[in-house]
């Protein structure tokens, strides 16, 4: 064993190669086991990616650019693949996201020692564990942040925040960050352009200087602070506060890695002020650049704490699965409520997407009862496993003999206005691989309310 370890550090490329696949693997059991449900735009971004190349870009006015690359993504992954094709996506983003946190780590190291630490303390954040195991506008973002102006606007405000931290330091030598705030944003307005598609009132510059909405937005203020501080994680900021106090972190790097913190922060609350609504995920681009800047800060600095701060976050991410009401109770309201407590999220408590790519023969055929009455997105749902498995057949809770006397895979689906809901019976171990009950409040949309989850897959 020495000796092996010997012969890879005389080959520091192969190891950092087998740092980043091990990287990998770890996010694609999280991607896999993952059980946080899937929110009704990332069921979106799936389904329409199989048959729209424009997406629903012309009725939303959402970047167009992020369905091109959906679509021809999905496309090149042939249908004999199976269930692995409706989660190609996430699987692509997934990759794309931990090879550009290995390329980022290698261009700011010279050791490979160097190279793990500032790799670890980027991978394990629950901002990245988080957001790289699901398919939204903000995954494309965290690995393609210059071309992500295309993708979402508000990443325009991240790329500024890295030009002007950077300026001082590296001066003209930034131009294809200008080029890409530029370009990036005339690109993208043009297609919307050719699309005809009309303002949908998100927000941006325009609300940002309407100074007579703020005070509404400004009341969130302290939402949009603890979730900026939880991603960039307290430990971290600690660490770093106290280590700059000892004289640390005075050469032009880490000044410019304290402005981009800085900034990063400042953006995020901008963002707040620009947005229609109250959307955490709408100042993820800023907020990453947060993350990138004070774990690099701290991977700088003495091993040990960067260690125990890496440590603590097992505590957030092994918090993802909980069974609700204790899911996400570690993470700020403004992230677990949008993203989890609300009617938005399809399947929660079962590791869908893992089900899915390795469901064979039992996703064709499907014989699935869905019941109608006080359901919540029914339809979500049978879009859904329309294009996900093969000649899938619906009955609902009128149509229990017929569902019973169906030849093929049995599926139970029963989301629903309940205040309180039995767990009996009706998914036998002997006939059901993956079953999820549970009581979800729906804070997000309407505090109080009470959504019950039946997931029972076969």
């Known amino acids: 064993m020495p000796l092996v370890f010997e012969r890879l550090k005389a080959r520091p490329q192969l190891l950092r190669a087998l740092v980043t696949a091990a990287g990998l693997a770890a996010i694609l059991a999280v991607l896999f086991t993952r059980t946080t449900g899937i929110h009704f735009d990332e069921l979106n971004y799936m389904i329409r990616s199989m048959y729209e190349w424009t997406g629903d870009a012309v009725r939303t006015g959402k970047p167009y650019a992020f369905y091109l690359l959906n679509y021809a993504v ?7 693949t199976g269930g692995v094709r409706p989660v190609s996506l996430h699987l692509f983003y997934a990759t794309l996201c931990v090879c550009s946190l290995a390329w980022l780590a290698a261009k700011a190291t010279d050791t490979t020692a160097q190279f793990v630490w500032h790799f670890a303390a980027l991978l394990c954040a629950p901002f990245f564990v988080f957001n790289s195991t699901q398919l939204m506008m903000e995954t494309a973002v965290m690995p393609m942040l210059t071309l992500a102006v295309l993708f979402k606007e508000t990443a325009a405000a991240a790329v500024f925040i890295l030009f002007a931290a950077f300026w001082p330091r590296l001066g003209r030598r930034l131009w294809p960050l200008a080029l890409a705030l530029v370009a990036g944003s005339g690109v993208q307005q043009v297609m919307l352009t050719a699309l005809h598609v009309p303002s949908h009132g998100y927000g941006g510059l325009f609300t940002l200087l309407d100074v007579s909405t703020w005070s509404v937005r400004v009341k969130l203020t302290w939402q949009y602070l603890l979730m900026w501080m939880f991603y960039v994680w307290p430990m971290t900021l600690l660490a770093v506060a106290v280590l700059y106090a000892r004289g640390w972190f005075r050469d032009p790097y880490e000044r410019a890695l304290l402005s981009l913190g800085a900034l990063s922060l400042v953006a995020t609350f901008v963002i707040q002020l620009a947005s229609n ?51 996400f109770s570690l993470w700020p309201s403004l992230v677990a409520n949008e993203a989890h407590y609300s009617s938005y999220a399809i399947l929660p408590g079962v590791p869908n997407l893992g089900w899915l790519a390795f469901a064979g023969h039992r996703r064709e055929y499907m014989c699935i009862l869905l019941p109608r009455e006080r359901a919540v997105g029914p339809e979500w749902l049978e879009r859904y496993f329309e294009r996900v498995t093969v000649a899938p057949r619906f009955f609902d809770e009128s149509q229990l003999a017929d569902f019973r006397r169906c030849e093929g895979p049995k599926a139970i689906l029963r989301k629903q206005h309940q205040e309180t809901f039995a ?27 009470m959504l019950t989850n039946l997931t029972c897959l076969p």
Request: net charge positive; aromatic share 12%; charged share 15%.
């Open 74 to 80: 999905i496309h090149l992954v042939p249908v004999s």
């Open 277 to 327: 609504y109250p959307m955490a995920r709408y100042a993820y681009p800023t907020v990453w650049l947060g993350v990138i800047a004070f774990a690099f800060l701290l991977a700088r600095g003495p091993r040990l704490l960067a260690a125990l701060s890496i440590a603590m976050y097992v505590f957030p991410i092994g918090n993802m699965w909980r069974a609700d009401p204790s899911r």
């Open 423 to 449: 767990c009996g019976p009706e998914c036998p171990k002997a006939l059901f691989s993956q079953r999820a009950c549970s009581a979800t409040e729906n804070r997000f949309i309407s505090p109080g309310q």
